[in-house]
């Protein structure tokens, strides 16, 4: 169980949003924190503190007016931290090349693979004949739906038909190097963890697994490592006072695979 960094863009500004406000039209989002520093230095900072396989997330599509801006703040931070971090958001197999060459370490992959509600093999052949399956995260970020859990798309947007569940994860696990999963109804709130999807993922734990959404606090942090086993990776956005939380940064960096009663 390891703390895995997060740089969020939108609008070509570092932000941490509540996730499941997000909305293409009028590129709007309810904003948790807007940062004055540019993707690059949060990319030194994980750098210095040794801290590998964060994530950054393009959260404009690639019609948005903003898009240019915020690729152009991910590449600053891939070339400050070069296969240090994984980069998601409108990738696909035509571009994810360009990606891995300016030094992500991997692609992470939602709509290209999940659309029409359904998963396009096709596609995610596409996409590991381009990268590799050993450069691809795919992320089954999802929200609750008649008591299951469902991957959703379109930054978050669109419900799929596919439930999260073993059978589905056996299948993709056989595509990729990692899962990245939001529990999408917590992103952002610092509410409390999403127990219930954090047992399903534990559970099956075949590859590794990223978790994020609603970790608020220490409790809640040892809630999810109690819950999981240590079996999950986590993530922490908005809560870290990084980003004008209230947790420390310097002590969930230090918490990486730390059995320390101090931490």
Known sequence: MKFRPCIDIHN???KQIVGGSLKDQGDQADTNFASELGADYYA??????GLMGGHIILLNPSTSEYYEAT????MKALAAYPEGLQIGGGIHADNAQEYIRAGASHVIVTSYVFQEGKIQWENLARLVQAVGREKI???????KKDGDYYI???RWQTFTEVKLEESVLDKLAGCCDEFLVHGVDVEGKASGVELELVRLLSDWGKIP?????????MEDLRKFEETSGGKLDFTIGSALDLFGGAIPYEKIARYNGAKDENR
Not at 44 to 49: E, I, L, S, V, W
Not at 209 to 216: E, H, L, N, S
């Open 12 to 14: 070509g500004t570092v």
């Open 44 to 49: 030194k900072r994980y750098r210095a503190d």
């Open 71 to 74: 690729k152009a703040q991910a």
């Open 137 to 143: 995260v795919l992320d089954l970020s999802c929200r």
């Open 152 to 154: 959703v798309t379109d």
């Open 209 to 217: 697994i990223t978790y994020a959404g609603g970790i608020g606090s």
